[in-house]
């Protein structure tokens, strides 16, 4: 059974909170063992993210990248089996210091209470 609406919202209170801080100990306070992260790697691939110790690789390498990073129009749209986050990311390149600007929708699924998928469709705004 799914986390009811008020359940998933402490879910992502706490997931963001430790996604921003990059601490994978605590995202998987709320992430299922088995957490996927499904997310696009620099080539534009699929890219599927297994394990804290590969989850913790992928928050520092986005923060290597980035700098002055906001979730901006963050929208959640919980639905039976699952919860969609629409969103707005601006942010600062670090390697030239152009403005960064992406739009995206991320869907979330979860196993016993806790948040076991992590889909991520993005693009440049």
């Avoid at 923060?63 to 749209?77: A, G, I, K, M, T």
């Avoid at 089996?81 to 990311?89: E, G, N, P, Y």
Wanted: with cysteine; charged share 30%; glycine share 4%.
């Amino acid at each position: 059974m799914s986390p009811t609406a008020s359940e998933r919202n402490a879910l992502f209170k706490s997931f963001g909170r430790a996604f921003f801080k990059r601490d994978a100990d605590a995202l998987y306070e709320v992430c299922a063992a088995d957490f996927t992260w499904m997310t696009l790697d620099e080539t534009g691939n699929a890219k599927a993210i297994t394990g804290k110790d590969a989850v913790a690789e992928q928050l520092q390498r986005r923060s290597d990248q980035l700098e002055n990073v906001r979730f901006e129009d963050v929208h959640y749209h919980h639905a039976p089996d699952a919860t969609f986050m629409t969103f707005r990311i601006t942010a600062t390149r670090k390697d030239s210091g152009a403005p960064h600007e992406e739009i995206g929708i991320e869907r979330y699924t979860f196993t016993d209470g806790k948040i076991a998928t992590k889909d991520v469709y993005r693009k440049p705004a």
